[in-house]
């Protein structure tokens, strides 16, 4: 039997990403995500994770101007986005919307390598105008059409929140994108993976990524960070808070990590922008019980912050409202999943385990008028 979990199981071979737990490294295509985190882009990233190496300025050029083209929604799906907005919670319509938008997908049913090359393409242009189109109409606003003019990262911000960010506060969003867009076998892309290996379609994959995602001890974690945030309000809180959860055998969330035996180096570079972005604006409350609470449960646990801890009031900070957190990951993380889904694909194999039945065995059939 393998470990519960399945945890150090290899489940595939990728050239995507590659994380060194014990050292805290992670790689995306052999670059160093320190390295991505200072220089690069997430349109960068979507083109590495996908071509698995950098473009030229040309290349970059054209794929950033195709992602700006696919940014709008079919009429199919903005016209389901009011009933989205009144009944369904943000993952919830991010998964359906995903789902439901397949049908309306100009290379239709077509799943050729080409084909969902364009389909991937567009699923990470349009994931941002799914999210703010639903917050802005469930907030009673009237949605916003892309600006082509901005860059992925800024053009997500002014849809959602209808202010155009400055360049700190987009370049900050925009690093938040490129650090969570990949990270090797996460549940999330373990499913898109098993999806795709039946040969089913890319937008089945996504969807069903979307719903592993969701999740508290995945994606979730981020929601569920702000707030514990907000219920502990004082630094001087935290401790009693911590202590209390750890007592009644509750997880700290945002601590912890399947892989990661210490820092998650996502985490240092959210830290930073927490801290930064806190200053900027004058108010470093969020920042300030963050590191505390991180103090206290290093001290108390030995756990480190994953990579959703300091996003929770990085995203706090740029307005994301609490709810959106794990779309907003979702919309970082569709590069990576759509990535793998086209590697599995060129080199495909049904994924398909073994499991290690433990129930009872030759048992006799007893008819139901006989049963007590
Ligand atoms: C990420 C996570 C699911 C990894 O899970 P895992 O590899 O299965 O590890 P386990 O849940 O078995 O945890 C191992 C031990 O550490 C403890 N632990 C792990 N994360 C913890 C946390 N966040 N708070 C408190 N204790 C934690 C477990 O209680 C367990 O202790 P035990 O051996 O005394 O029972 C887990 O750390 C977690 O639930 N974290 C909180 C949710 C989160 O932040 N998710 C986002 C991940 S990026």
């Known amino acids: 039997m393998t470990e ?26 052999g670059y160093d995500i320190h390295d991505l985190a200072r220089w690069s882009t997430f349109e960068e990233t979507v083109f590495l994770l996908h071509r698995q190496r950098l473009p030229t300025r040309n290349e970059l050029e054209d794929l950033t101007q195709r992602l700006v083209e ?25 998964r359906t919307s995903v789902s439901a938008s397949s049908g309306y997908d100009p290379d239709g049913w077509d799943q050729s390598a080409e084909a969902n090359e364009r389909k991937a393409m567009r699923l990470v242009a349009r994931f941002p105008t799914l999210i703010a189109t639903y917050h ?35 370049r900050a969003f925009d690093v ?23 040969l089913s379609d890319m ?46 055998k509750e997880k700290i969330m945002g601590f912890g990590h399947r892989v990661y035996r ?16 806190g200053e900027r604006i004058g108010d470093t409350r969020w920042h300030d019980l963050s590191e505390r609470i991180e103090k206290v449960v290093q001290e108390r ?17 740029l307005g994301i409202p609490t709810d959106l957190m794990t779309c907003v990951f979702a919309a970082s993380r569709v590069a990576g999943w759509t990535a793998h889904v086209r590697e599995q694909l060129a080199d495909n194999r049904l994924i398909r385990p073994e499991s290690e039945y433990i129930g009872p065995r030759n048992q006799d059939y007893v008819p139901i008028e006989e049963r007590s």
């Open 4 to 29: 519960k979990g399945l945890a150090d199981v290899v489940a595939a071979e990728t050239a995507i990403s590659d994380i060194d737990g014990k050292l805290g490294r992670l790689w995306y295509v």
């Open 70 to 94: 696919e940014r709008e929604l079919d009429q199919w799906t903005r016209e389901l986005m009011p009933t989205f907005a009144d009944v369904a919670s943000p993952m919830s319509m991010l």
């Open 136 to 170: 802005r109409i469930r907030s009673g606003q009237e949605p916003l059409l892309p600006n082509p003019s901005l860059p992925h990262a800024a053009n997500f911000l002014w849809m959602l929140t209808g202010t155009e960010p400055d360049e700190e506060a987009a």
């Open 176 to 198: 938040c994108l490129v650090l969570q867009a990949d990270h090797t076998m996460n549940a999330s892309t373990f499913v898109a993976r098993v999806v795709a290996s039946t």
């Open 203 to 248: 937008h089945s994959a996504i969807t069903a990524a979307i719903a592993a995602l969701k999740g508290p001890l995945h994606g979730g974690a981020n929601e569920a960070v702000m707030k514990m945030l907000e219920d502990t309000g004082e630094v001087d809180r935290v401790e009693p808070y911590v202590l209390d959860r750890l007592e009644r």
């Open 262 to 277: 210490t820092e998650d180096p996502r985490a240092t570079h959210l830290r930073r922008l927490s801290r930064e972005l």
């Open 301 to 317: 646990k030995g756990l480190y912050p994953n990579v959703d801890f300091y996003a929770a009031s990085v995203y706090h900070t």
